[in-house]
């Protein structure tokens, strides 16, 4: 299975941007999906995570701003960001996982820079 993110990028305060996962397979197989991310000089965090049914989780940070879905017929994620401020600033990273058989896999990483 691979991941591939895309749609970082550098966008100003307030702006928004729209990241995409895409699944080289189905989706449908992975138990849970999610967005992380890793500021330079921190841990990678979770950002937002999404269930096969449905079911979305948010930090605390992000609550409100940002989206997660998941289209099951395109084979893709994606995480909506509004509001984006500089503290956004990270290495976003797709995850997925299944509990049979077994896997977690994650994608190479897309920049995302929120200038002030």
């Known amino acids: 299975v691979q991941l591939v993110e895309s749609g970082g990028g550098l966008v100003q305060a307030g702006g928004s941007l729209r990241l995409s996962c895409s699944a080289s397979?189905?989706?449908?197989?992975?138990?849970?999906m999610g967005w992380y991310r890793q500021a330079p000089g921190k841990q990678r965090e979770l950002v937002a995570s999404i269930t096969r049914g449905g079911l979305s989780n948010y930090a605390g940070s992000v609550k409100g701003r940002f989206t997660i879905s998941r289209d099951n017929t395109k084979n893709t994620m994606y995480l909506q960001m509004n509001s984006l401020k500089p503290e956004d600033t990270a290495v976003y990273y797709c995850?997925?996982?299944?509990?049979?058989?077994?896997?977690?896999?994650w994608g190479q990483g897309t920049q995302v820079t929120v200038s002030s």
């Open positions: 995850n997925a996982y299944r509990n049979f058989p077994i896997g977690d896999y």
């Open positions: 397979g189905s989706i449908f197989s992975f138990n849970g």
